[in-house]
């Protein structure tokens, strides 16, 4: 499980990389968009469509790393007041018993409609939109891959350290 651990750590680190140059990129087709928009009355759909494709890239493959670093949402609240056995204790159930069912049910929802869009080449239904959709469709499961296997790996650490 140690292995998995790491391996999936380094492939989140890489991964860390190439989304914090996705969103620079998305913050810069952003900007063009509006600029050419209202400075000079051009509009395109398919710069529209790449700044949404590249919004959907980064939620779904930032999900695990957000797990992974504690930025996920959870009620700190009471999360917060708890003593630190308790918070293990809690990471462990919502990990195992709540994050990891939720994303092997996202994966097994997900396959179906995945492979359709991959079987008919989903494209934009937008005139001039982007040709690939469905490239952006299959990150779902890769999301809850990637989820699960976190979901998986945090709630075995909390399990761990509370032996300790």
């Known amino acids: ?27 810069l087709l952003v900007f063009a968009v509006v600029v050419l928009r209202y400075g000079f009355g051009l509009g395109s759909v398919a710069l529209q469509e790449l700044a949404q494709h590249l919004h959907a890239a980064i ?3 930032a999900a695990s790393i957000a797990l992974r670093c504690g930025r996920h949402v959870r009620v700190d609240l009471f999360y917060g007041r708890l003593a630190e056995r308790a918070q ?10 709540v994050v990891l069912p939720f994303a092997v049910f996202a994966f097994l929802v997900s396959l179906d409609y995945v492979s359709a869009s991959f079987a ?3 494209a934009s ?10 490239l952006v469709k299959g990150l779902i499961p890769a999301f809850a891959l ?7 790996t945090e ?10």
């Open 146 to 152: 990637l989820l699960g296997l976190r979901a998986l």
């Open 1 to 27: 499980m140690r292995r998995l651990a790491l391996a999936l750590d380094g492939l989140e680190d890489v991964l860390s990389g190439l989304l914090a140059f996705l969103a620079s990129a998305m913050v």
């Open 59 to 61: 939620f779904l493959l």
């Open 155 to 164: 709630g075995l650490r909390a399990l761990a350290s509370l032996r300790r």
């Open 125 to 134: 239904r937008e005139p001039g939109g982007l040709p690939a959709l469905w």
């Open 120 to 122: 008919i080449r989903e």
């Open 88 to 97: 293990r204790k809690l990471d462990a159930f919502a990990n195992l018993a």
